[in-house]
């Protein structure tokens, strides 16, 4: 069953249009092509990227944040109650009010007690600032050096000014040294955000992030196992443009620098837009959905591909519309930007919510507390003589 099902998965009219197959793609005459056994090479620089990031952020990131002046809020902790603590774990974090009234009575808590502590309890779980800065100053390098290194290996390939090229010669284009580390950086880069995505801060649009590292996963390795090198490293290097200045606005904004944070997030959003929903649709797009039927008869790979690119960009529209929301809030009011599209967590109990909380309880206890000259404080506004 296994040899049929390998059959079936390496079967030539998948991968490739009529009349080309693996036999194009076997080395000859000192040139060397794409292989999909190459991709082993991904885990362990994947397991690499797991260490050095360990590494990077809690020495590199960390005197950074210091630099920077990353402040930590203090946050009240939850007291200690196994009655508490064993159904936030076991049954909900967010009770439902008559939940409440049960807790209240096994616990002798009064029910804003209750609240009060589930509020606490939530925000401990909660990542803090230096969590987040650090997450976002890796993300930043590594999307920073990508890019940079992706625009060294194009700016002299004729494909990066006229598309149309990267089909030239296809399937039989020579591999390139460049383009071989590219690949596999970049593939096992994301192979790493996939491992460590359960640890990293959880996002409002976490599904979405799976599906996105996901869809680029398959459509590094696809585009790889086919020889869609000079379309992939293009992707690649369109992606990497925009992501390096989200980031470094993260990091602004965790650090309280609100002006370089919003002038970033403007650039970032005119960049986002021009790259991933101009550039990638009308002109890499075009070049890998509408030239190639030019030259071949549409096969499985040709629809498979472009599938997955066609996730990539509904994702797209769907970042860009967070970030339009966010844009519209910025611009008349100067505030703070924050990533609407993944930097805010799930939990979002604020501790000023439980502050506020505490001071209506200070009133009501100052309103009717002890007496004051034989009077309560709303009745102490008589004279003696009276």
Same mark, same amino acid.
């Given at each position: 069953?296994?040899?049929?099902?390998?059959?079936?998965?390496?079967?030539?009219?998948?991968?490739?249009?009529?009349?080309?197959?693996?036999?194009?793609?076997?080395?000859?005459?000192?040139?060397?092509?794409?292989?999909?056994?190459?991709?082993?090479?991904?885990?362990?620089?994947?397991?690499?990227?797991?260490?050095v990031?360990q590494?990077?952020?809690?020495?590199?990131?960390?005197?950074?944040?210091?630099?920077?002046?990353?402040?930590?809020?203090?946050?009240?902790?939850?007291?200690?109650?196994?009655?508490?603590?064993a159904?936030?774990?076991?049954?909900?974090?967010?009770?439902?009010?008559?939940?409440?009234?049960?807790?209240s009575?096994?616990?002798?808590?009064?029910?804003?007690?209750?609240?009060?502590?589930?509020?606490?309890?939530?925000?401990?779980?909660?990542?803090?600032?230096?969590?987040?800065?650090?997450?976002?100053s890796?993300?930043?390098?590594?999307?920073?050096?990508?890019?940079?290194?992706?625009?060294?290996?194009?700016?002299?390939?004729?494909?990066?000014?006229?598309?149309?090229?990267?089909?030239?010669?296809?399937?039989?284009?020579?591999?390139?040294?460049?383009?071989?580390?590219?690949? #596999?950086?970049?593939?096992?880069?994301?192979? *790493? %955000? /996939?491992? @460590?995505?359960?640890?990293?801060?959880?996002?409002?649009?976490? $599904?979405?992030?799976?599906?996105?590292?996901v869809?680029?996963?398959?459509?590094?390795?696809?585009?790889?196992?086919?020889?869609?090198?000079?379309?992939?490293?293009?992707? #690649?290097?369109?992606?990497?443009?925009?992501? *390096? %200045? /989200?980031? @470094?606005?993260?990091?602004?904004?965790?650090?309280?620098?609100? $002006?370089?944070?919003?002038?970033?997030?403007?650039?970032?959003?005119?960049?986002?837009?021009?790259?991933?929903?101009?550039?990638?649709?009308?002109?890499?797009?075009h070049?890998?959905?509408?030239?190639?039927?030019?030259?071949?008869?549409?096969?499985?790979?040709?629809?498979?591909?472009?599938?997955?690119?066609?996730?990539?960009?509904?994702?797209?529209?769907?970042?860009?519309?967070l970030?339009?929301?966010?844009?519209?809030?910025?611009?008349?009011?100067n505030?703070?930007?924050?990533?609407?599209?993944?930097?805010?967590?799930?939990t979002?109990?604020?501790?000023?919510?439980?502050?506020?909380?505490?001071?209506?309880?200070?009133?009501?206890?100052?309103?009717?507390?002890?007496?004051?000259?034989g009077?309560?404080?709303?009745?102490?506004n008589?004279?003696?003589?009276?």
């Amino acid at each position: 069953m296994l040899s049929r099902l390998s059959e079936w998965f390496w079967n030539e009219r998948l991968w490739f249009p009529e009349g080309l197959g693996w036999a194009d793609l076997q080395d000859r005459d000192g040139h060397t092509y794409a292989k999909g056994s190459d991709l082993w090479a991904s885990l362990p620089i994947a397991l690499i990227f797991l260490i050095v990031r360990q590494i990077f952020e809690r020495t590199v990131a960390v005197r950074l944040a210091s630099v920077m002046g990353v402040k930590e809020k203090v946050r009240v902790r939850a007291a200690p109650n196994p009655t508490l603590e064993a159904f936030f774990c076991t049954t909900s974090k967010h009770p439902a009010q008559s939940v409440v009234e049960s807790l209240s009575k096994q616990t002798g808590y009064s029910e804003q007690q209750v609240q009060r502590w589930f509020r606490r309890r939530r925000n401990q779980e909660r990542p803090n600032q230096l969590k987040k800065f650090r997450e976002a100053s890796w993300r930043f390098t590594f999307y920073l050096l990508a890019f940079l290194a992706g625009l060294g290996a194009l700016i002299d390939k004729p494909w990066l000014y006229k598309m149309e090229e990267m089909w030239n010669g296809f399937p039989a284009l020579t591999l390139l040294p460049s383009q071989y580390w590219y690949y #596999m950086i970049e593939l096992g880069f994301y192979i *790493s %955000l /996939l491992f @460590s995505v359960a640890s990293d801060v959880k996002r409002k649009d976490f $599904k979405e992030q799976i599906i996105h590292h996901v869809a680029t996963i398959l459509l590094i390795s696809f585009s790889w196992f086919v020889n869609y090198l000079r379309a992939g490293t293009l992707i #690649m290097l369109v992606h990497d443009t925009s992501d *390096s %200045l /989200l980031e @470094s606005a993260k990091m602004f904004n965790y650090a309280g620098w609100r $002006k370089t944070c919003n002038y970033i997030f403007i650039v970032f959003a005119a960049v986002f837009f021009i790259t991933r929903l101009v550039i990638l649709p009308f002109w890499i797009m075009h070049c890998t959905w509408v030239y190639p039927v030019t030259i071949y008869p549409p096969f499985f790979g040709y629809y498979f591909f472009n599938g997955l690119m066609l996730v990539l960009q509904c994702l797209h529209i769907f970042w860009f519309v967070l970030i339009l929301r966010m844009a519209i809030k910025f611009l008349p009011g100067n505030h703070i930007v924050e990533d609407e599209r993944s930097d805010r967590e799930e939990t979002d109990d604020s501790e000023d919510e439980d502050e506020a909380m505490q001071e209506k309880e200070r009133r009501v206890k100052t309103k009717n507390g002890p007496l004051q000259n034989g009077h309560s404080p709303s009745n102490n506004n008589h004279r003696k003589t009276e």
